[in-house]
Antibody, heavy 121, light 112 residues
Framework: QVQLQQSGPGLVRPSQTLSLTCAISGDRVSSNVAWNWIRQSPSRGLEWLGRTYFMSKWHNEYAESVKSRITINPDTSKNQFSLQLNSVTPEDTAVYYC????????????WGQGILVTVSS | DIVMTQSPLSLPVTPGEPASISCRSSQSLLDSDGNNYLDWYLQKPGQSPYLLIHLGSNRASGVPDRFSGSGSGTDFTLKISRVEAEDVGVYYCVQVLLIPITFGQGTRLEIK
């Protein structure tokens, strides 16, 4: 059974970079699924941010709302993937989740535990 | 982006009674393969969301049969035949047809 373990700082200063990692056990980052980042805040609800997946080569897809600021990278050596969100503002304060996506069923079938990231000086 | 609209946003229910949540999408989720790309997730207090229903009407593994999903195109319904105390939480419909994947606002089910 797959498990996703998230890690990263809970406080980020405005204009700095938010960095989170999602460590995978029970699956490979290069398997036939997609690895996603989703956030949740009272003002925006659940918001899909982007994903990375391997299909002959690595692919990334990002939400337009964060496209200019986001990078999602797989790390095959550590079997994990990461989120970097640049130039954060207080509006980026949210609980951030990583999640596995099954291409065939179009479902998020496993989620990380969530990390609350607060953007504040 | 496809906009997902749920109703009601709050749903107080007496244990043993049925409950129903409606979800409407701004465009059809019925694909040419005949599948409706609509999922339902439940987020219990203090937990991450988890899958209840996929492709509009298919219960995920381990989900009790008191949960059922129906609908097609732009209108979908999640029904709980007899609500139990453990069903409290926020229910989300999610369109999984197109990127960006988009979520409904959530329906908070509480026990009366």
């Amino acid at each position: 059974q797959v498990q996703l373990q998230q890690s990263g700082p809970g406080l980020v200063r405005p204009s700095q970079t938010l960095s989170l990692t999602c460590a995978i056990s029970g699956d490979r980052v290069s398997s036939n699924v997609a690895w996603n980042w989703i956030r949740q805040s009272p003002s925006r609800g659940l918001e899909w941010l982007g994903r990375t997946y391997f299909m002959s080569k690595w692919h990334n897809e990002y939400a337009e709302s964060v496209k200019s600021r986001i990078t999602i990278n797989p790390d095959t050596s550590k079997n994990q993937f990461s989120l970097q969100l640049n130039s954060v503002t207080p509006e980026d304060t949210a609980v951030y989740y990583c999640a596995r996506w099954q291409h065939v069923r179009h479902t998020f079938d496993s989620w990380g535990q969530g990390i609350l990231v607060t953007v504040s000086s | 982006d496809i906009v997902m609209t749920q109703s009601p946003l709050s749903l107080p229910v007496t244990p043993g009674e049925p409950a129903s949540i409606s979800c409407r999408s701004s465009q059809s989720l019925l694909d040419s393969d005949g599948n409706n790309y609509l999922d339902w997730y439940l987020q219990k207090p203090g937990q991450s969301p988890y899958l209840l229903i996929h492709l509009g009407s298919n219960r995920a593994s381990g989900v009790p049969d008191r949960f059922s999903g129906s609908g097609s195109g732009t209108d979908f319904t999640l029904k709980i035949s007899r609500v139990e105390a453990e069903d409290v939480g926020v229910y989300y419909c999610v369109q999984v047809l197109l990127i960006p994947i988009t979520f409904g606002q959530g329906t908070r089910l509480e026990i009366k």
